[in-house]
């Protein structure tokens, strides 16, 4: 008897403390709505559109298309505003009965009508999100037959629902479920779905979800999403609810809330401005909406920092770098593999490469409306930012045909909307790194319009080289490489016949450029060339760069500085060099103008493109095909097949050695180089014949395919 007592008190107990670990939950979800109150001001013009069946004014109830965006979801937004008012102590509105009424009428009105748009966002995320919250902040002070009434509309946020896919709408959807549970009070039912949540932080390689290098796809086209749906609605969803269920027994486990860090760290964080601003490179059709410049958000990091300390000092110190009470410090080079996207940080500028291939498609289609000019956005795009707003907000006046970095046919206007997103067409793309530097190679053919170019970017510690050679194409169309397109924040000075001046606003045509200058960033051209500048005035709407409905056509101007080569119509063998130098002043820019430049362009041709940086002493080449080459007059470098490399070097001798296949065909890759080393190493074996090494390499495989090899010798 004692025995079965004493077996049912710990049943109860356990049974008391799951229940209260239920309560702690459904408290922190409380208590995090209601941090962000609304004002007193905001609530005032709420209440001054409320209409007598409780709709609002200004909310189009009849447009429930997709290119409308689902105005209606102001309605029940405003009711999770006017319930936070009327739980708010500090409120005059503070349980007054006037104010609960008004809540019961506007919730009435929805659920009689039950608003069902086009967009599946808005049934199954939108409006199931709102309505949630508000049940959770009103709590048991709602009609019972309004709840009953509004929960089949909330529970259209389940498990089964076209939404519920894995990627980043299947947590959020699961969140608003487990919401649902929390105010339902259903323990096991909320049990089920935060481990579903748990489950969902895992290596997605090849669909779906985050991949092995730590890029995010939300579709099985393979874009990069990393700092949209796998920023808000995948990382920081999931982070979210680790902070609700911490030390309670619903906790996810550390494995999964450490490996949402390394996302965090080494995919989100490496792709935006020094971790803090947005960058606009991984954008895709969110690009023609108008968005605010300032750091992203602390409150994700204060989550993570309170269910773990794994890499505490790094996820601190992105804290600070947002709040701006530290400056960037970090060097870094990456690329990802499974996306074709490279980033290059120093100190004091960030940089990238948006590429595509057979492997992954070009970009978003235009869902909803927005992104109709995004064609070539992801065409070899080069993007140059130190501060992170060099080109916010530059897309009403943005010309979608010179785009930084990109080599464009130039048409009468861009393809339809249904001729955005296109596949691939070569394989050969892709990057080296050893984490520090690093090469980018893009044998490019645009499915658009068939101009075809090798492009390469070699980046160092102060500066870069851009190459393009083979550039052709045969139809009677005009074809530019563009440099720049950004806001114009200073005066524009270039270097001709040898003398700096201040060029005059306007649209030029220039022979014999050394050199431009803008905004305290360098454009080097190793021999003299012709350049087109634009440095004028530009104009334009949001309404041009979108089709969703309710978007301003007002007239904006902006300053804008564009510089590109025109390669000519129908050119047959076109090339082009140049060198940016981000950070940089007018006279140190004429200094490095000068022939005894510390960086040469050794190879610029259809087979092989490569530099050398004499004040690093590092050489990086991309071999389109098996060739040689000599960095210096004593160092060859002789590839048996396609690939690329990467040789530092000290004392004259190799530091260290590295290699990628770009085309992702290969499983060795063998070179043979000047000099004699005998050495070896668990992917790698040499042999030495007189004063030259050959190296037969292993390459990496499955989900590593395209990542570089690096051996320190």
């Known amino acids: 008897m004692k025995t079965l007592l004493f077996f049912l008190i710990l049943i109860s107990s356990h049974v008391q403390v799951l229940a209260d670990d239920f309560s702690i939950v459904r408290q922190r979800v409380i208590e995090e709505l209601m941090k962000d109150l609304p004002e007193k001001s905001q609530i005032s013009e709420i209440l001054a559109t409320l209409k007598e069946d409780g709709s609002f004014e200004g909310i189009d109830y009849t447009d429930l298309s997709r290119t409308a965006g689902f105005p209606h979801r102001q309605h029940t937004y405003n009711m999770v505003l006017l319930a936070k008012t009327y739980k708010d102590k500090h409120s005059t509105y503070y349980h007054t009965r006037e104010l609960k009424d008004i809540i019961i009428k506007s919730l009435a009105y929805w659920v009689d009508h039950d608003f069902f748009g086009d967009n599946w966002h808005d049934n199954q995320i939108s409006t199931p999100s709102n309505l949630v919250n508000l049940m959770l ?29 894995p990627s980043g709408d299947r947590i959020v959807i699961a969140g608003i479920l487990a919401k649902n549970l929390l105010f339902t009070g259903d323990h096991e039912g909320f049990n089920d779905i935060i481990r579903l949540i748990e489950g969902e932080v895992k290596f997605s390689t090849g669909s779906r979800g985050m991949q092995q290098d730590y890029s995010f796809h939300h579709r099985v086209d393979r874009v990069n999403n ?27 486990s550390l494995e999964k809330i450490n490996h949402l860090v390394d996302y965090y760290l080494d995919g989100i964080c490496k792709q935006l401005v020094y971790g803090i601003y947005e960058d606009i490179s991984v954008k895709n059709r969110s690009i023609s909406n108008q968005s605010d410049f300032k750091p992203r958000d602390t409150i994700e990091i204060k989550k993570l920092l309170f269910s773990t300390d794994y890499r505490k000092a790094e996820l601190e110190e992105i804290l600070k770098l947002r709040k701006g009470e530290v400056k960037p410090s970090a060097s870094f080079a990456k690329f990802f593999w499974q996306t074709e996207h490279f980033v290059f940080q120093r100190p004091d500028f960030y940089t990238t490469v948006r590429m ?33 707003d060099e080109y916010h907000d530059i897309w009403p006046v943005y010309d979608w045909q010179k785009i930084s970095g990109t080599t464009i046919v130039q048409k009468e206007k861009l393809h339809g909307i249904e001729n955005i997103q296109v596949d691939g067409v070569t394989d050969f793309v892709g990057a080296i790194t050893d984490g520090l530097y690093g090469a980018v190679a893009f044998d490019f053919v645009s499915p658009h319009d068939l101009v075809a170019a090798k492009k390469s970017w070699f980046f160092f510690d102060k500066e870069y080289v851009c190459l393009g050679a083979d550039i052709h194409l045969k139809f009677n169309k005009p074809v530019v490489t ?43 051209f190793p021999q003299p060339t012709k350049i087109h500048i634009s440095n004028q005035e530009q104009k334009g709407s949001w309404a041009d760069i979108t089709d969703r409905k309710n978007v301003s056509e007002e007239i904006l101007s902006k300053d804008v500085f564009s510089a590109w080569f025109d390669h000519g119509n129908h050119p047959s063998d076109a090339s082009y060099a140049y060198i940016v130098i981000p950070v940089t002043t007018k006279d140190d820019l004429a200094k490095n103008c000068s022939d005894n430049r510390s960086i040469d362009v050794v190879v610029n041709t259809a087979q092989q493109q490569a530099v050398f940086n004499h004040t690093s002493q590092i050489g990086q080449a991309v071999f389109y095909q098996a060739g040689s080459l000599k960095f210096m007059d004593d160092f060859k470098v002789e590839m048996e097949s396609q690939g690329m490399v990467m040789v530092q070097f000290e004392n004259n001798r190799i530091k260290t ?36 090494t050959t190296f037969i390499i292993d390459l990496p495989q499955g989900v590593y395919v395209g990542k570089s090899v690096d051996i320190k010798i």
Do not use: C
């Open 137 to 165: 902040v009103m709590g048991d002070e709602l009609p019972k037959e309004l709840v009953e009434k509004a929960q089949p509309i909330i529970g259209r946020a389940h498990m089964k629902a076209s939404g519920a896919r």
């Open 226 to 252: 990393t700092t949209s749906y796998g920023y808000g609605k995948y990382a920081n969803a999931f982070g979210e609810w680790s902070y609700y269920v911490a030390n309670t027994q619903y906790a996810f």
């Open 356 to 388: 595509y291939s057979t492997r992954n498609r070009n970009m978003e289609e235009p869902y909803n409306g927005p992104g109709k000019t995004t064609h070539h956005r992801a065409d070899g795009t080069n993007y140059l930012q130190l501060k992170g």
């Open 482 to 524: 563009t440099i720049d397109q950004v806001l114009m924040r200073s005066d524009i000075s270039i270097m001709q016949d040898n003398q700096m001046n201040l060029l005059p606003r306007g649209s030029h045509d220039l022979e014999n450029i050394k050199a431009i200058y803008h905004d305290g960033v360098g454009y080097i």
């Open 657 to 692: 050695l590295s290699v990628a296949d770009p085309s992702r065909k290969l499983k060795k890759l063998m070179l043979t180089i000047s000099g004699n080393y005998s050495v070896s190493g668990e992917n790698f074996s040499t042999s030495v014949q007189g004063d030259e």
